[in-house]
């Protein structure tokens, strides 16, 4: 039982965090939710994370 719990809280928490990026309009990286910025490995080219 513990198995399919922890999969299906994975799941939600993986359809929360890929729902702030995804509207109506399609696919969109809001730079100011802290979230999405803090996880975002690369954008346009630049790194991000890693070297600080």
Do not use: Q
């Not at 802290?34 to 690369?42: E, G, H, K, Q, S």
Request: cysteine-free.
């Amino acid at each position: 039982m513990l198995a399919a719990d922890a999969s299906s809280l994975y799941a939600k928490n993986l359809l929360t965090f890929l729902s702030l990026m995804l509207s109506k309009d399609g696919f969109k990286l809001d730079m100011e939710d802290d979230l999405l910025a803090a996880t975002l490995v690369t954008h346009a080219g630049e790194v991000r994370f890693g070297n600080k």
